[in-house]
């Protein structure tokens, strides 16, 4: 399968990484991995990302990242964990320069882009992909490139919880750990630190819980106001579908914030009997069988109903 991805990157120079809007662990992990790799090879490589949460500022060359492409055209784009090209945290202008495009991805496919593509729906991280194609291209992981890998595995399968984690994701991670990734700090930083303006976001989030279909649906919303006057930034207004899934019984929990833009932004996580993948690309989003999410663009009452409603369909 690397095939074609190696004779793509052999015959390009000038290299930009992007990954998905909003960007998450794998996602940077994914893109800075292979950026740091393809320098190594000796490429002119660069990440493309616009913003992304304080708790990733302990990474190496995090803040190196660039918002636009300055040349007038590229070689190579390599898009990492991102379903669809509309998804990327890029300019669409700065996407028509790339002369190449290759995908790196592992969601259900919605709309299949690039001219060669990388994509293993059973890895539980875009960043368990960068690394095999590393390792097959023969291509040293050091301790920087390990550093971001470890990172994307960890945050995606939320530190190897997840059903989606493989045998070969815990060998990968115990490369990576023996190559010197100090592993504890990353944990520590991710899974065990967090502003207390988020701390209380949390709490907010549990507060607002509603409950449906004796407990198989949690539903939480909190506003941008909330979100806002909490002290939260957007991009750290993420990850409360982690604690309204908790609760004994629970198949289906659904967090939605408010944005600044006025939409809405829903995320989803399931126990495994519901593909809430499936109820996501039905609103115009995506993901995988346990965990989803997708944009509300209309009133927020009238899209919460569909969304309940197609859930007591499945649960
Ligand atoms: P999260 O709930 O953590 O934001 O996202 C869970 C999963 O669903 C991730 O794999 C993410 O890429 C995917 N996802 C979330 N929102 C969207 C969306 O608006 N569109 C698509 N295509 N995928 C999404
Ligand atoms: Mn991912």
Known sequence: MFNEAKKLIDKSNNIYVVGHIGPDGDSIGAAFGMCLALRKMGKNANVIMQQCSDSFKFLPYINEAKKNVEEESYDLLVCVDSSSN???????????????ILMIDHHKKVNPYGDVNCIVEDLPAASEIVYDLLRAMEIEIDKDIGTYIYTGIMTDTGSFNYASTKPSTLIAAAYLVEIGVDFGSICDKLNH????PKLKLIAKAIDNMEVYYGGKLRYSYVSYEDINRLGVEEEDAEGMTNYLRMPEGTEISVYVRGKSDGTNKVSMRSGGNVDVSKIAIHFGGGGHVRAAGYTMRDDLEIEKQKLIEIIGGRV
Do not use: G, I, N
């Open 86 to 100: 509309d998804r990327l945290d890029m300019l669409k202008e700065d996407y028509d320069k790339a002369k190449s």
């Open 193 to 196: 630190t967090l502003k207390e």
